[in-house]
């Protein structure tokens, strides 16, 4: 059973910085992607950063140059820094992966989210 762990979500002010988690554990052939996803009250999930495996990091146009996403493909866990955060950051973060595991290539997994809320 593969599982997405995140950690690191928190209350911080704006302008503070956050660094978030997420760990994939089971039998896991290949990871492809990981990435992270945010949800806002009210409004759909939107991807906020992914990383290909050996690949370039892509972040979506409303992070960039603040939030930077990195992996340990060794310990299959992604990274997400976010620094100068402001108060439309705020959301439940959720971790992605697509995975090759016994279930089959191509796999996608889903953490449960972490809460980020950046106050003003």
């Known amino acids: 059973q593969v599982q997405l762990v995140e950690s690191g979500g928190g209350l911080v002010q704006a302008g503070g910085s956050l660094r978030l988690s997420c760990a994939a554990s089971g039998t896991i052939y290949r990871n492809h992607v990981m990435g992270w996803y945010r949800q806002a009250p009210g409004k759909q999930r939107d991807v906020v950063a992914y990383?290909?495996?050996?690949?370039?990091?892509n972040y979506a146009d409303s992070v960039k140059g603040r939030f930077t996403i990195s992996r340990d493909n060794a310990k299959n866990t992604v990274y997400l820094q976010m620094n100068s955060l402001k108060p439309e950051d705020t959301a439940v973060y959720y971790c992605?992966?697509?995975?090759?595991?016994?279930?089959?290539?191509?796999?996608?997994?889903w953490g449960k989210g972490t809460l980020v809320t950046v106050s003003s």
């Open positions: 992605n992966a697509n995975l090759w595991t016994v279930s089959g290539k191509g796999m996608d997994y």
């Open positions: 990383i290909p495996s050996g690949g370039i990091a």
